[in-house]
């Protein structure tokens, strides 16, 4: 097979694309003149093919997301196995990532996240603003497994790389519109100058609008509705051919409305009835007093800058720095209640801060390829919110009652590491790796209880104090080296078999929201976790190029998994709960195992099919919690047992153009939205269906196409909170407050874009 990168103009890719490969039409045997084009990655901090790199791993091309009209990185989820990617609950634009049984929930600022995610090889710390809009973008890869020793932090559970495109080095651009129903009208724009041989800039401005999926009944306002500028601004310097220097600057500002969730249990005070429509909210948080001074609004920002220097020392050695800060800030209310009454408002915000610095030394050789390096990271995340119970402090106090939590962590952590690949002969290879990391935490985490609606902090100077239940400051540092090994062989120059043993590593964190007055422990934070996994697998290419087969199978041993929940506390022994606290606890043992299967056919010049599953065995073996066992009760969070994907992919010469049909269906098993079971909120197994009709003008300047999604309209369960009494652990407010938030209904969209 013919090697190329994934950076393939659009038009030249669709006419015979399929989901991650596009068959070209080259000279492959006597029997045929077609087959798929590899696809070159850079899973291993260098470029190769995809069907090389001994590791489980899907790329998907900008192009090939572009064709099925792909919003954002959660409908990655669809098509990759063992991969779940959500909007976290009451959130627009956080991201709830769990690849392989691994991720966290929990959207609280300071908490590590399980899954790597990476904007052109910049690590991104905190979870919000990660519901990236796709855009600009030249391929996103999903490795699956950890990836520790290349990535580093919290790739426990994998890393999600996604890959801006480069400028070019003529005068070009797109304009992109998307009209679709619920008034969707997104716009963007891309242009690439030239400004001499050696010196380019470029840059992308977009702009997504939706109307909501439901109403606030209420306020009139929208619920899931869309209101994102965003835009990026690059440069790129080529002084000599050996030295690239490249900088960029992003800026997302998202101000949509505060998601609340569905009620299905009435008031229990207010006798609020159960609405009609699932995506309907009652929710009044911003129109309470209660909303502290931040009314109900909703705004996030994340933008950040990034300097990439490569010096080419010869044909061997390359010399690569990566500089950034990023920065992101969110306003909004959590209305738990999801009712008119302020039973249950959490205003709330999250402010957090970064800047990494990773230097690489790369060595390519005809045997040996090495990628080594140092990183460092300076962070801080903080977060304050009130919890306002309205309803249950007039009852109990004869006063509205507030808990207010202040938390910041700060993290400064460096680490050395190194991969090096032998290749023993033409067929077999073999590869090392380790990283030893240096992680220091500090929190300062203070929470109080008030008199009054909302606390100082968000403008309240008449609240009175009732006292502290929370006030530490605490400092730990974590150590870790993380080992991989790899061996590889050919079967054939088709054939590859692989296997290999990999540790990931997450340092121990402190709870922002944790009481030390109620558990003083609080203040020892929790052990890191690390994972263990072994994984053998096979790649192939057969059927003269036209056919790929790849299958992973793993098992991993878990150990100290770090479990976040919050829970409804008696803070004062009267037997009533008036305050929200924070959990955070070690799960000692848990095992998951699975197998993990990727095709592609070529079946004509004209057709092909991609087919993809997984399916996954969890286990959580030991946790005790609160001085018992509960392993018995509980399973591991967002992880279907099987998933299924298959894609239909036809192309037609029509109207004096080319024609490409995509046609779609997914399958997800069973999920929870936590441990421990909890049937109102959790998702049982579905079907997704989209398609896509796109066509192609002769002289490849414009795109018009078709999309339609979720086409069998399913309710889809992403996330809740469960502070009732349906089955839940723990009440909190007296209205009964379990809510459940939804994905997308049906929906349909056209798009036109000219390229020039």
Not at 49 to 55: E, T, Y
Not at 520 to 548: C, F, H, M, N, Q
Not at 554 to 582: L, T
Not at 646 to 653: G, R
């Amino acid at each position: 097979m013919k090697p190329c990168t994934v950076r393939t103009p659009l038009f030249s890719a669709v006419a015979l694309a399929t989901a991650v490969y596009a068959p070209t039409v080259v000279a492959q045997s006597d029997t045929t003149s077609f087959a798929l084009e590899e696809v070159v990655v850079t899973a291993r901090r260098r470029t190769e093919s995809l069907q090389d790199v001994p590791i489980a791993v899907t790329a998907l091309s900008g192009d090939d997301l572009n064709l099925k009209g792909a919003a954002d990185i959660t409908e990655l989820a669809q098509s990759i196995p063992s991969v779940t990617l959500e909007p976290s609950r009451a959130t627009n634009t956080t991201l709830t990532a769990f690849i392989r049984g691994i991720g966290q929930q929990d959207p609280l600022a300071g908490y590590e996240q399980g899954v790597g995610l990476y904007l052109d090889d910049v690590y991104l710390a905190r979870p919000q603003g990660n519901v990236i809009d796709i855009y600009d973008v030249e391929r996103i890869e999903v490795l699956r497994g950890p990836q520790g020793t290349l990535y580093g932090r919290n790739t426990v559970g994998g890393a999600i790389k996604y890959v801006t495109r480069r400028l070019d080095d003529e005068f070009s651009g797109s304009l992109k519109g998307t009209y679709g129903d619920y008034d969707q009208m997104d716009l963007v724009g891309t242009v690439s100058v030239p400004l001499g041989d050696s010196f380019r800039v470029g840059g992308t401005v977009a702009s997504f609008q939706r109307d909501g999926y439901g109403e606030n009944k209420t306020t009139g306002d929208d619920q899931y509705d869309k209101d994102i500028f965003a835009y990026r601004v690059s440069a790129e310097w080529l002084p000599t051919d050996d030295l690239l220097v490249r900088f960029a600057y992003d800026d997302t500002q998202d101000d949509s409305s505060p998601v609340a969730g569905y009620r299905p249990f009435p008031g229990a005070v207010s006798g609020a009835p159960v609405l009609g429509d699932i995506r309907d909210s009652l929710a009044g948080a911003a129109e309470n007093a209660s909303t502290g001074g931040i009314n109900g609004n909703n705004e996030v920002e994340a933008d950040g800058w990034m300097v990439s220097v490569d010096w080419s020392l010869g044909d061997r050695y390359t010399l690569r720095s990566i500089t950034a800060d990023r920065s992101d800030y969110t306003e909004s209310v959590i209305d738990f209640d999801s009712l008119a009454v302020d039973d249950f408002d959490a205003p709330v915000i999250y402010d957090n801060e970064q800047f990494t610095q990773e230097f690489q030394l790369l060595y390519s050789g005809e045997k040996l390829n090495l990628v080594s390096g140092f990183f460092w990271i300076d962070a801080e995340a903080s977060n304050d919110f009130d919890v306002v119970l309205g309803q249950l402090g007039r009852s109990a106090y004869g006063q509205e009652l507030t808990a207010y939590t202040g938390g910041t962590v700060k993290t400064e952590s460096w680490s050395l590491f190194a991969d090096l690949s032998w290749n023993f002969t033409d067929a077999l290879s073999v590869a090392v790796g380790g990283r030893y990391t240096e992680d220091k935490r500090s929190a300062d985490v203070f929470r109080g209880s008030y008199l009054g609606i909302g606390s100082p902090f968000f403008g309240n100077d008449d609240a009175v104090f009732l006292g502290a239940t929370s006030d530490f400051e605490a400092e730990r540092t974590f150590y870790d080296f993380s080992p991989r090994f790899n061996i590889s062989y050919m079967l054939s120059d088709d054939i590859t078999i692989y296997g290999g043993y990999s540790q990931g590593f997450k340092a121990g964190m402190f709870d922002p929201r944790g009481a030390n007055f109620l558990t003083p422990a609080e203040e020892d934070g929790v052990e890191p976790e690390t994972l263990d996994s072994y994984e053998i697998g096979l790649k192939a290419v057969y059927w003269d190029g036209r056919a790929v087969t790849n299958v992973a199978l793993f098992y991993s041993e878990y150990s100290d998994m770090q479990i976040a929940g919050s829970i409804g506390v008696d803070s004062n022994g009267d037997g009533v709960n008036d305050d929200f606290v924070g959990t955070l606890t070690n799960a000692a043992e848990s095992e998951i195992s699975g197998i993990e299967i990727e095709g592609r056919l070529l079946l004509t010049e004209n057709f092909s099919v991609q087919a993809s599953a997984s399916f996954l065995d969890t286990e959580i073996k030991e946790w005790i919690f609160n001085g018992e066992d509960i392993s018995g009760s509980v399973d591991i969070q967002n992880t279907p047992e099987e998933m299924v994907y298959v894609a239909f992919v036809y192309n037609m010469d029509a109207f004096d153009g080319n024609l490409n049909l995509n046609a779609n269906w997914s399958y997800k098993g069973d999920s929870r939205q936590f441990e421990t079971a909890q049937p109102v909120i959790d998702q049982d197994s579905y079907d997704m269906v989209n398609a896509s009709l796109v066509w192609i003008s002769p002289g490849e300047s414009w795109m018009l196409g078709l999309h339609g999604k979720n086409l069998t309209d399913e309710d889809v369960k992403t996330s809740g909170y469960c502070f009732g009494s349906g089955g839940c652990p723990s009440t909190l407010g007296l209205e009964d407050n379990t809510t459940v938030f939804y994905g997308p209904p049906r929906t349909w969209s056209a798009t036109v874009e000219y390229r020039f």
